[in-house]
């Protein structure tokens, strides 16, 4: 009810840029976290299965085991026996973090915690202002009142932090504010898109300037996306890497020192 109705062709491109946009984060964030979970998979393996089937080899050598040897020993002992304790712990600690998430304090607290953690903090930042800047250019173009536009933009941002925002706007324009001031003090946007809007209001171009910086963001996603799986890959296949290579070197330490330990 609130202006003209929204013309099939402007939905059907919003959905689109929005749907490519949630793709492309996911798929650079998937990979990652698959790699970590495969990682973790791989150590605790060995630290659990493998490592423990060399203890009775020491024993037999006899002599004093090098501090890496011992110390890896003893976390192979430990996480065997209270296996089942850390499952259970870590099931317990995921469904608590969930829940609490799952409240509105806990929900800003963790959007407030992805927008400020590095480098996948500033890929979701891009995120949500392209996705703000889309869904509001749409609104605008499509006739609906800037209050109206304003609410649904904050019931869509799925960002406690960004709704806030964009309901402390909503609210000064009742007041007959201006956009940009409330935009600027949330310090979620940027100086560049709070001038770009700010400059929209005074002109009458605010869908047109809106629109520029949902291109702008959504290219930057792009680069963004892009820079994350070429630097992520080869740090977690490192990290990786120093893992298990600690991991064989405090294995093999007591062979390289087996004459002495014979003597």
């Given at each position: ?5 929204i ?23 998937f ?50 026996t ?100 409330p ?5 979620v ?75």
């Open positions: 009810s609130d202006g003209r109705r013309e099939k062709a402007d939905v059907a491109a919003y959905l689109e840029k929005v749907n490519v946009l949630q793709r492309k984060v996911k798929a650079s964030l990979y990652p976290a698959f790699v970590s979970f495969l990682a973790c998979g791989i150590t605790t393996f060995l630290v659990v299965v493998i490592v423990p089937k060399f203890k009775d080899i020491f024993q037999a050598l006899g002599g004093q085991l090098p501090l890496p040897t011992r110390l890896l020993l003893g976390l192979s002992e430990n996480m065997g209270y296996l089942a304790m850390e499952i259970v712990g870590t099931i317990a600690a995921v469904l608590l973090f969930r829940f609490y998430i799952g409240t509105p304090r806990g929900r800003l607290w963790f959007d407030r915690l992805t927008l400020s953690v590095p480098v996948i903090g500033k890929l979701m930042r891009k995120v949500v202002i392209a996705r703000f800047a889309r869904t509001l250019a749409t609104l605008v173009k499509s006739g609906v009142p800037i209050l109206s536009s304003l609410e649904i933009v904050a019931k869509t941002a799925e960002n406690k932090v960004v709704e806030q925002a964009v309901m402390s706007a909503r609210s000064s324009i009742k007041e007959g504010e201006n956009i940009a001031d935009l600027t003090l949330s310090k946007f940027p100086p560049m898109v709070t001038r770009m809007i700010a400059v929209g209001e005074k002109t009458g171009e605010l869908e047109k300037m809106l629109s520029k910086i949902a291109d702008f963001y959504e290219s930057e996603v792009d680069a963004a996306v892009t820079a994350l799986t070429s630097l992520v890959e080869p740090l977690i296949i490192a990290l990786l890497g120093i893992v298990i290579g600690a991991i064989v070197i405090a294995l093999f330490l007591p062979v390289f020192k087996i004459s002495t330990l014979v003597r």
